[in-house]
């Protein structure tokens, strides 16, 4: 394995009730993002959930720096930021304190857990919203911040299920813009629903349809 591939799945497969996953094998290293692209219920959170150690596959491996998620989660998770399809935000907290929280849990040195929050609200334009009580967000907002969980421990594989759902174009364009700078030191791989994200970010897609998966490199979609 390269030093430079953050996140190698070899036979990855997975079924439950109705959803069969087959054997997945693919790459993304550092600099590079996959677009998981398909129709709701396909299997692309529960993709992403066997990416992040969540479920446990019927076979095969996913690992991080070379650590395999499954057998060896504690030393694999610090690498990875997930952001699930809904945030796991407590409604009654500020936006800084659910941040505060999120870095002490991901074990951010207390000397710098204010300067991230600092810098990461003004990367996704929520300077004004740290002391506004999260349940008064708008849906866009709360995406936000929990996208904000994912990444400041500055993780090296950032894994997002449908990161841009609830963002106006404006908020779009932001957040299209900072991950593709911080896809310069990261692997990343999310979920959508839509091409122009994966055009715009992406350079390989793994695809669900009816006939099983498949990667395709982005410059070359499917219609």
Known sequence: MKL???IVVKNLSYTHNN???PPLNFTVPIGKCMALIGTNGSGKTTTLSLLAGLLQPNQGQVLIHGIDIHTHPLLAKPYIGFLPDHPPLYPELTVRENLEHSAKLRQVPN????TTIDYHLEALSLTQQDRQIVATLSKGQKQRVGILQALLHQPTVLLLDEPTQGLDTQQLEIFLSFLQEYKKKAAIIFSSHHLYEVES???SILQFNSQGMSVHDSHHCPA
Do not use: K, S
């Not at 000397?111 to 204010?114: F, G, H, N």
């Open 4 to 6: 430079c591939d953050f």
């Open 19 to 21: 959803l069969a996953i």
């Open 111 to 114: 000397e710098t857990i204010q």
């Open 201 to 203: 970010l992406c350079d």
